[in-house]
């Protein structure tokens, strides 16, 4: 067990709507990241937040967006869905960003649009 | 920018030969280099890194892996392959601007 915990494990939902994915990181972690898993193109960076703050973003789409909040638990928000989204969606966090600390991975969210 | 490749798709061996997973990464700087394993329907879990020092990093489950700065290669090897080793390996690279950047996988099949 990592000690990241990510909500629900499995998500199945229709074209257009809207999900929220949910990310609890390790005790003592701030920075919590968001990667895209599918099946022909790997894992895809999303975006990281540092202490409530935007740090880092990668190929997100403008339909895609998150946020930390005081807590530092984090949430992944997906929007006008497409069947092209259906992926897994990785968590991960870890105590700083960047200076060679490791990151540690929720069991990850599998969406599936019908 | 920083990248990772790694060149093999898939590698299979035999139960109690070594194993090498290839990976080598493009970094401007020092470069901090981690393994991941992934086992079917779970997260990546985290297996060892090289951030400085030795060359040769020792991790969890028997595996290691040698930093080779001249070859930018930092290969994951396990002297004697377990069937449970079968899984998805990642490479990645972490020293850029707050994010991790892995590789595309390789699936190792550990023969019985």
């Known amino acids: 067990d990592s000690g990241v915990t990510q909500t629900p494990k499995h998500l199945i939902t229709a074209t257009g709507q809207r999900v929220t994915l949910r990310c609890s990181p390790r005790?003592?972690?701030?920075?919590v990241y968001w990667y895209q898993q599918s099946l022909d193109q790997g894992l895809q960076f999303l975006i990281q937040?540092?202490?409530?703050?935007?740090?880092a973003k990668g190929n997100i789409l403008e339909r895609f967006s998150a946020q930390q909040f005081p807590d530092l638990h984090s949430e992944l928000n997906l929007s006008s869905l497409e069947l092209g989204d259906s992926a897994l969606y990785f968590c991960?966090?870890?105590?700083?960003?960047?200076?060679?600390?490791?990151?540690?991975f929720g069991q990850g969210t599998r969406l599936t649009v019908v | 920018a920083q990248s990772v490749a790694q060149p093999e798709d898939q590698v299979n061996v035999a139960e109690g030969n070594p194993l090498t997973v290839k990976c080598t990464y493009s970094?401007?700087?020092?470069?901090?280099l981690f393994w991941y394993v992934q086992y079917p329907n779970r997260g990546l879990q985290f297996l060892l890194k090289?951030?400085?020092?030795?060359?040769l990093v020792k991790g969890s489950y028997g595996f290691e892996a040698e930093f080779n700065k001249s070859q930018t290669s930092f290969h994951l090897k396990k002297p004697s392959a377990l069937v449970s080793d079968s899984a998805l390996y990642f490479c990645?690279?972490?020293?850029?601007?707050?994010?991790?950047?892995f590789g595309t996988g390789t699936r190792l099949k550990v023969l019985a």
């Open positions: 991960a966090s870890s105590v700083e960003s960047g200076f060679g600390t490791e990151a540690f």
């Open positions: 005790s003592g972690d701030l920075s």
């Open positions: 937040y540092y202490n409530g703050e935007e740090r």
């Open positions: 970094v401007s700087g020092n470069p901090y």
């Open positions: 090289y951030i400085t020092g030795d060359n």
């Open positions: 990645a690279e972490g020293s850029g601007t707050y994010k991790y950047i």
